[in-house]
């Protein structure tokens, strides 16, 4: 088996990595510094709760590349190499593509269904179940 991580409302809240894009998207209105200072309190204060589930650990996010904390990746103890990002527009259609480029790298040793999506989102678990993988819905607790 094979166990992987949505972010948003799964593992982190839902909207914890707002102050991250607002400082990144109004570049204008930031100084580097004060983008960098941003990133660094969006990093250590974003609650991570993880889950217990069997390895190995893959994180399949629909954020783009750098939206993503230091601090949560060494939570789950993930590395870099098993983080997947936005590979397409919609979230279901990402999260399916993360999930076929995930089983081509574990393929010779795991079959779709024993790789398994954790989500707080239906539409995600619903995309990557009509594509042969199994996936659990979870939400975030505090």
Do not use: C
Request: proline share 9%; no cysteine.
């Amino acid at each position: 088996m094979a166990s992987v991580l949505d972010l948003d409302g799964t593992i982190v809240p839902e909207h914890s990595y707002i102050l991250l894009i607002t400082a990144v998207m109004l570049p204008v209105l930031f100084p580097p510094l004060y983008v960098l200072l941003l990133w660094i309190l969006f990093a250590v204060t974003a609650p991570v709760k993880p889950l217990n589930v069997p390895g190995p650990i893959f994180v399949n996010t629909a954020r783009p590349w750098p939206f993503i904390s230091p601090i949560t990746i060494f939570a789950l103890g993930v590395p870099l190499s098993n983080i997947y990002f936005r590979s397409a527009w919609d979230a279901p259609t990402s999260k399916v593509r993360n999930m076929d480029s995930i089983h081509q790298m574990i393929g010779k040793h795991h079959s779709r269904e024993s790789i398994v999506l954790y989500d707080n989102r239906r539409a995600n678990i619903r995309a990557v179940k009509l594509h042969g993988y199994s996936g659990v819905l979870i939400q975030y607790k505090k």
